[in-house]
T-cell receptor, first 114, second 115 residues
Framework: AQSVTQPDIHITVSEGASLELRCNYS??????LFWYVQSPGQGLQLLLK??????LVQGIKGFEAEFKRSQSSFNLRKPSVHWSDAAEYFC????????????FGTGTRLQVTL | DSGVTQTPKHLITATGQRVTLRCSPR?????VYWYQQSLDQGLQFLIQ???????AKGNILERFSAQQFPDLHSELNLSSLELGDSALYFC??????????????FGPGTRLTVL
């Protein structure tokens, strides 16, 4: 069964600092990977997705993620964090074939200090 | 704004009651998914409908049911509510029934509180 692990429950960074949020997946074949962001009181917004091809994926709001098959990872990065990036970030795997559902990690809450 | 709408935004009810959550997918999307987000279980897939038919089922309780209507909107019915059903319920929609390019777009959610 597919699964996603986000090892960091909570991360605090200073505004302007770089950010990396970790995501590890477990899946038997090439996964389809997603990062979503949830701002307080809001729904889930898609940041970026990886299906195939270039392993470095660019998303919205200046975020990027790199797929590393050897490490089963899909870490999210941003070179310079803004205070408005404070939110909860979810990594997800799927859907593939007939398995339509997304399997989410437990999320990483990002706090940005000024 | 994802284009997926959910009503109501908030719902407060008592144990044993029944509620209905409503979702309208993005224009042109045929699939609707329901997810539950709770503190102890995280984000869990409940059920998917595609063009009016049930397509996939996840960790959905027997007390819960869903349907998708001809106009493609969907309703999630929760009955015999328990305290543990308190959660944020998300609806998502996608163009087709699943697969690599079928990205799911989420609505703002309905927060259910069972007292």
């Amino acid at each position: 069964a597919q699964s996603v692990t986000q090892p960091d429950i909570h991360i605090t960074v200073s505004e302007g600092a770089s950010l990396e949020l970790r995501c590890n997946y477990s899946y038997g074949a090439t996964p389809y990977l997603f990062w979503y962001v949830q701002s307080p009181g809001q729904g889930l917004q898609l940041l970026l997705k990886y299906f195939s091809g270039d392993t470095l994926v660019q998303g919205i709001k200046g975020f990027e993620a790199e797929f590393k098959r050897s490490q089963s990872s899909f870490n999210l990065r941003k070179p310079s964090v803004h205070w408005s990036d404070a939110a909860e970030y979810f990594c997800a795997v799927g859907p593939t074939g007939t398995a339509s559902k997304l399997t989410f990690g437990t999320g990483t809450r990002l706090q940005v200090t000024l | 704004d994802s284009g997926v709408t959910q009503t109501p935004k908030h719902l407060i009810t008592a144990t044993g009651q029944r509620v209905t959550l409503r979702c309208s997918p993005r224009s042109g999307d045929l699939s609707v998914y329901w997810y539950q987000q709770s503190l102890d279980q995280g984000l869990q897939f409940l059920i998917q409908y595609y063009n009016g038919e049930e397509r996939a089922k996840g960790n959905i309780l027997e007390r819960f049911s869903a349907q998708q209507f001809p106009d493609l909107h969907s309703e999630l019915n929760l009955s015999s509510l328990e305290l543990g059903d308190s959660a944020l319920y998300f609806c998502a929609s996608s163009v087709s029934s699943g697969g690599a390019s079928d990205t799911q777009y989420f609505g703002p959610g309905t927060r259910l509180t069972v007292l």
